[in-house]
């Protein structure tokens, strides 16, 4: 799986172009965005690794009720959203709805907003017999975007 930590603004920019995530940013959010189910995970820069949440089983501003109480809970610095692609990189309509999502986050909670590339996390996840594989993904998000920022 390739990691692109990306700002929202630029998610139209290869990958060579990505954007440097800013060293304060610690503490981040992530998301595996659904139509109907978000997956949702925390975790931290200093830790490198993340934490699954109930994933949120809501859509348009019920969906972004949760997260605004999320928000609170844990306080990020920063949000990641799972944007996915075909396997030879092509985007669809699921990768243009990840991108809006990522676009409301900012607009709504004002915080930056980081995409990586996703393809396979919810394989990944079914693979190693997660419950819950939304969570789960958006864990698997947020672990490729953390290591991302080592390399």
Not at 60 to 82: N, S
Request: charged share 20%; glycine share 8%.
């Amino acid at each position: 799986m390739n990691a692109l930590a990306t700002p929202a603004p630029t998610a139209a920019l290869p990958p060579k172009q990505a954007q440097a995530v800013p060293a304060d940013l610690q503490r981040f959010m992530a998301f595996d965005f659904g139509t109907r189910r978000t997956g949702v995970a925390v975790g931290s820069r200093l830790l490198g690794g993340a934490q699954p949440q109930a994933t949120i089983e809501a859509a348009g501003d019920a969906r972004f009720a949760q997260i605004a109480l999320r928000l609170q809970e844990w306080e990020p610095q920063a949000l990641v959203v799972g944007v996915p692609y075909h396997p030879d990189g092509a985007p669809h309509d699921n990768t243009l709805r990840a991108q809006k999502f990522g676009r409301q986050l900012r607009g709504r909670f004002g915080l930056p907003v980081f995409e990586v590339d996703e393809r396979y996390s919810t394989t990944e996840a079914l693979s190693v017999g997660a419950k819950d594989a939304d969570a789960a993904s958006a864990c698997i998000i947020l672990e490729q975007f953390l290591r991302s920022l080592s390399s």
